[in-house]
């Protein structure tokens, strides 16, 4: 049997395969993205279900997009804003200001 690595040896080999670094960049956005409806929802008092009925999909959907399931569009993005009494804003921003 192989010698046991820590949790952060395992990660760098994983993140040095090609393209798990775009990946991983994608489940970061898609989490945080779900984690920011998800505390809006319970800032409001909102139920699943009425996010759901407030953008037109069902509960399972928006559960399955605030645990990172889902890369929303812009347009769906922008329902949810609405929906969520908020104003989507996009911004490009140099890679060494992002963290």
Same mark, same amino acid.
Do not use: F, P
């Given at each position: 049997m192989g010698e046991r690595?820590?949790?952060a040896e395992k990660k760098a080999?994983?993140?040095s395969r090609p393209g798990a670094g *775009? *990946?991983?960049e994608a489940a970061r956005i898609r989490f945080e993205l779900g984690e920011a409806v998800r505390r809006?929802?319970?800032?409001?008092g909102l139920t699943q279900a009425e996010l759901a009925e407030r953008t037109g999909l069902k509960q399972p959907a928006v559960a399955r997009f605030e645990a990172g399931g889902t890369m929303p569009t812009i347009p769906m993005l922008e329902r949810l804003a609405e929906a969520l009494e908020m104003r989507l804003s996009v911004r490009f921003q140099p890679l060494r200001e992002a963290s």
């Open positions: 690595r820590t949790w080999e994983i993140m *775009a *990946a991983y809006r929802r319970e800032q409001l």
